[in-house]
């Protein structure tokens, strides 16, 4: 196949849209099931290179959740607390720790599960039946994978009644070293990003704490290689191998942290025992209790606990979660890891991030303030390395 006809572009109007190759040579792909859509395909292309990576770096499965080409969580394959399994409702799961892949895909997919519905799904290994069965109870646009095992395959065919968008993508394929894109009617070319993100990247640790150990070595890669593939500005937080929150796409880096932290808050918080012990109606379905669960835990539009409220979703009233209650929780959280695609301009980054446990930093480098904010790391005991690297992506 050297092309292949999108119904459209971005958007409905943008007609007529299709992918090729420029050099009019074999796409690097076979579609398996449904029709991708012109940002199914860019979200594809974006994870694909995300879990390669990281399956590279760190010799483990990996899985990364894409929505509007910017992840919202990747994780290799660790197997999972018996609390993060509720959390991410795969408690009933008899054989997940048997598939380190399916281990990855429901620590990326549980992440941030308001953000990953209706997701991409990019799996560095030939998807096996146990992350099929788990893709298969969730809402999601599509996949991306080396090959399928026959019987996963299947079950992934039976989703969206028989339009699953499915991809299998050939491993060994190599893009050409320059890269072009047109804005409007201009053509841009740069070199490809291949710059490699291994452990050598963070040697050189410029706060008093030297300490780095290899848990955080390993969480600080994903942290980066995640960062590589979102929309810049961003940061990225991860903790037990994988990204636990993702602030992609704002022009303030502490806009970045802010959003990233919350994240990772609501991600601890969904592991406390009030919200894993919350008691749901039988019928409440996955992304309605998602819903509920992050207004439980975050008083936002809807109060789910008051009265006429709490009936809708509940078999008896919850009581709430307090503000005091969330910061002795989130108070007990230590050895995150934090990852930024530049710099931290001021000190302001570091004192958010401390609120969410994080105790590992890496970034770049190179701002007038690096004392300043070297200084603030120093007070709180953190570890930071500056990478001398910039992973802007756009």
């Given at each position: 196949m050297t092309e292949f006809e999108l119904k459209y572009g971005c958007n409905p109007n943008q007609k007529p849209a299709k992918i090729y190759m420029k050099d009019g040579g074999e796409l690097p792909i076979e579609i398996l099931c449904g029709r991708p859509g012109y940002i199914n395909f860019l979200d594809a292309f974006n994870s694909w290179q995300l879990v390669k990576e990281l399956k590279e770096a760190l010799g483990l499965p990996a899985v990364t959740s894409f929505k509007h080409v910017s992840p919202t969580s990747a994780a290799v394959g660790l197997p999972l607390s018996d609390t993060l399994k509720?959390?991410?409702?795969?408690?009933?799961?008899?054989?997940?720790?048997?598939?380190?892949?399916a281990c990855?895909?429901?620590?990326a997919r549980g992440t941030d599960r308001m953000c990953s519905f209706g997701d991409w799904v990019a799996l560095s290994d030939?998807?096996?039946?146990?992350t099929a069965k788990l893709i298969k109870q969730e809402v999601?646009?599509?996949?991306?994978?080396?090959g399928y095992e026959p019987e996963a395959l299947e079950i992934l065919k039976s989703k969206r009644n028989g339009n699953y968008n499915i991809v299998k993508i050939d491993p060994n394929y190599v893009p050409e070293v320059q890269e072009t894109k047109q804005v409007f009617g201009i053509t841009f070319e740069q070199?490809?990003?291949?710059?490699?993100?291994?452990?050598?990247?963070?040697?050189?640790?410029?706060?008093?704490?030297?300490?780095?150990?290899?848990?955080?070595?390993?969480?600080?890669?994903?942290?980066?290689?995640?960062?590589?593939?979102?929309?810049?500005?961003?940061?990225?937080?991860?903790?037990?191998?994988?990204?636990?929150?993702?602030?992609?796409g704002q022009q303030s880096r502490v806009h970045c942290v802010r959003l990233a932290g919350s994240k990772a808050d609501t991600w601890f918080l969904r592991q406390c025992d009030k919200v894993l012990n919350l008691p749901f109606k039988d019928d409440i379905g996955r992304p309605e209790r998602d819903n509920v669960i992050?207004?439980?835990?975050?008083?936002?539009?809807?109060?789910?606990?008051?009265?006429?409220?709490?009936?809708?979703?509940?078999?008896?009233?919850?009581?709430?979660?307090t503000e005091e209650e969330k910061r002795a929780f989130l108070d007990t959280r230590t050895g995150v890891s934090l990852g930024s695609d530049a710099f931290f301009p001021f000190p302001d980054n570091i004192e958010r991030a401390k609120k969410s446990g994080v105790s590992y930093i890496a970034e770049p480098g190179g701002s007038i303030r690096d004392d300043l904010v070297i200084a603030k790391a120093d007070d709180y005991g953190m570890t930071m390395a500056f990478t001398g690297m910039r992973l802007f992506h756009h």
């Open positions: 509720r959390a991410c409702f795969v408690d009933d799961v008899a054989d997940l720790d048997a598939s380190p892949l990855a895909y429901a620590r030939v998807c096996d039946v146990t999601s646009d599509g996949i991306i994978a080396p070199g490809r990003n291949n710059f490699e993100i291994n452990r050598e990247l963070l040697s050189n640790l410029v706060t008093k704490n030297k300490d780095l150990p290899e848990s955080a070595v390993r969480d600080l890669i994903i942290s980066l290689i995640t960062l590589k593939y979102t929309q810049s500005n961003s940061v990225c937080f991860a903790v037990d191998g994988q990204a636990i929150g993702v602030g992609a992050d207004g439980y835990i975050n008083q936002n539009e809807e109060d789910v606990c008051a009265e006429g409220n709490w009936q809708k979703y509940f078999k008896s009233q919850p009581s709430p979660l």
